[in-house]
T-cell receptor
């Protein structure tokens, strides 16, 4: 069952920052926030994860609010190749991916 | 590493036929997962293995579905007999669990069409 709420779709101009929100108001203390994306006709791809601190890697930044009830995935300079469905997942980091519930995600369209 | 490799990429079969999907996980990974994706239900976990042993198959829809992992580098998902409602994209994923970090690597999927 879904523990997160995401907008179904968003547009972003190429070269601009894409900010994808996620609400997870029932998150518990030992649950992490994970983001995956799925480009058309491909398998899901891991992007980033975090517990309570903001995180950054070569793909994106993750901003988690202080109360941990929401987060934002930031793609700093969106390109056309970033067009995909983005999934926000809240779960405990146990065994592999067995507890990844993908939900419906946000379909991001990057516009030239 | 070439990543998770699935075969075939596309499969079209007639209702009632047996279908076998194959997966080669990333070398060194000790977890393997089978997912199914449809428009109606999204991505669903069917079964996962740890060190070649099935751990949780509660997502397998019915007895027509079976999965095996005879060794660390190969797994199969079999549907017998197949039905049109089994049409979906089937993904295999693998991961390595050194601690609290959870990242699953997915294959390109097998698009199954049962007519």
């Amino acid at each position: 069952d879904a523990k997160t709420t995401q907008p179904p779709s968003m547009d972003c101009a190429e070269g601009r920052a894409a900010n994808l929100p996620c609400n997870h108001s029932t998150i518990s203390g030992n649950e992490y926030v994970y983001w995956y994306r799925q480009i058309h006709s491909q398998g899901p791809q891991y992007i980033i994860h975090g517990l309570k601190n903001n995180e950054t890697n070569e793909m994106a930044s993750l901003i988690i609010t202080e109360d941990r009830k929401s987060s934002t995935l930031i793609l700093p300079h969106a390109t056309l190749r970033d067009t995909a469905v983005y999934y926000c997942i809240v779960t405990r980091p146990q065994t592999g991916a067995n507890n990844l519930f993908f939900g419906t995600g946000t379909r991001l369209t990057v516009i030239p | 590493d070439a990543g998770v490799i699935q075969s075939p990429r596309h499969e079209v079969t007639e209702m009632g036929q047996e279908v076998t999907l194959r997966c080669k996980p990333i070398s060194g990974h000790d977890y393997l997962f089978w997912y199914r994706q449809t428009m109606m239900r999204g991505l669903e976990l069917l079964i996962y293995f740890n060190n070649n042993v099935p751990i949780d198959d509660s997502g397998m829809p019915e007895d027509r579905f079976s999965a095996k992992m005879p060794n660390a580098s190969f797994s199969t998902l079999k549907i017998q007999p197949s039905e049109p409602r089994d049409s979906a994209v089937y993904f295999c994923a693998s991961s390595f669990q050194p601690g609290v970090y959870t990242e699953a690597f997915f294959g390109q999927g097998t698009r199954l069409t049962v007519v």
